[in-house]
């Protein structure tokens, strides 16, 4: 029995990963689970899924998906015997159907909900979580009963000793088709081009529109050094270990990326309501630089490997400026800590 045949969701069974260079970090060479969330375990069975077209979604939904341990996890095509409890990033068509079969839901909310419809709000018989940093002021009063997680961090702080190229993390999720043929027409193609030629490479991360992408970095043949990949297909946490690099949308997955391994992050221009609402509430608290102009060469001076503070820990850039009590980057463990409660002692 299957709960969905829309399409959408990201799950423990993603299809064939995009076209990518043989080998690098992150990217599947085959059909592999690309979000690592499928088989692992002997315990009960969990079911994982998220929307695939969106990447707040799809980021938090790997991110718990490491800390389950010895939960067998599933996807929403295997409902055969049901879960004994489910684990729905932001779909709430899924977890309504879910809730319907008596299978009880912790319900993330993965990304901003500045501007969300009211039909984004999770039923109440699920326990309904919401990603929020503690360190970000809030857009607004929030689904009824849903507990902030804090920031939803990548089970792996370090990076590679060796990085290099660019790794671009856009997200098209709700951004009005005007405004994405825009970016992706006119400012994407120069900051690829310039990622390319300062960095050696430039591999972009889009959770969707990825037609329109291809079509404007250059067709299915691209251009040497450049790489477009599905965020639900691949890895972005892992690519972006090995990247020197990020440039990203202002959305709460790349900021808690950056912020967990202390690394630079430029934010590319906000596209829709709820990337300018984040960008507006990020620049109340931390300075973040913009990647508008590719000419700036500051943009592409990435931190160096190893590079060290007098204290001996790598230089954390602006994140320093972060009160560290205000977030431990533990949410993803809160989250998944909740999920094996409901599933080892079920409701």
Do not use: I, K, N
Not at 3 to 32: D, E, I, K, M, Y
Not at 201 to 214: E, F, K, P, W
Not at 294 to 309: C, I, Q, T, V, Y
Not at 319 to 331: C, F, I, K, N, Y
């Amino acid at each position: 029995m299957a709960l969905l045949s829309s399409g959408q969701q990201a799950s423990a069974h993603p299809g064939p990963s995009a076209t990518s260079a043989p080998g690098t970090r992150g990217v599947p060479t085959g059909t592999a689970g690309a979000t690592g969330t499928v088989g692992a375990g002997h315990g009960p069975r969990v079911l994982l899924t998220a929307r695939a077209d969106q990447l707040d979604s799809t980021l938090a939904l790997r991110r718990v998906a490491a800390h389950l341990g010895d939960l067998r996890r599933v996807g929403p095509a295997d409902l055969d015997p049901p879960p004994v409890a489910a684990l729905v990033c932001d779909d709430v068509a899924a977890t309504e159907r879910l809730l319907g079969l008596g299978v009880p839901v912790v319900h993330l909310t993965s990304g901003h909900p500045a501007g969300a419809p009211a039909a984004d709000a999770p039923p109440d018989r699920a326990l309904a979580r919401t990603h929020r940093p503690g360190w970000l002021p809030p857009p607004g009063p929030g689904a009824r009963g849903a507990r902030p997680t804090g920031v939803l961090a990548p089970q792996r702080t370090g990076r590679s000793r060796h990085r290099s190229g660019t790794l671009l993390l856009l997200s098209l999720w709700r951004v009005p088709d005007a405004d994405a043929e825009a970016f992706a027409t006119g400012a994407l193609p120069a900051l690829a081009d310039a990622a390319v030629r300062r960095t050696g490479s430039c591999t972009v991360v889009a959770d969707t529109g990825l037609d329109l992408l291809r079509a404007a970095l250059g067709g299915p043949a691209g251009r040497p050094g450049l790489w477009v990949h599905r965020a639900a297909e691949v890895d972005p946490d892992a690519l972006h270990a090995d990247a020197a690099v990020f440039l990203a949308s202002p959305v709460l997955g790349a900021l808690a990326l950056a912020q967990a391994r202390r690394a630079p992050l430029a934010l590319l221009p906000p596209l829709g309501s709820a990337q300018r609402d984040v960008a507006a509430r990020v620049a109340e608290v931390l300075p973040l630089p913009s990647a508008e102009d590719p000419d700036d060469p500051g943009l592409w001076a990435p931190s160096a490997p190893g590079r060290a503070s007098a204290g001996g820990r790598a230089a954390a850039g602006p994140w320093q400026l972060l009160d560290p009590a205000l977030d431990d980057l533990r949410g993803a463990q809160r989250v998944a800590r909740t999920l094996r409660q409901l599933a080892l002692a079920p409701l």
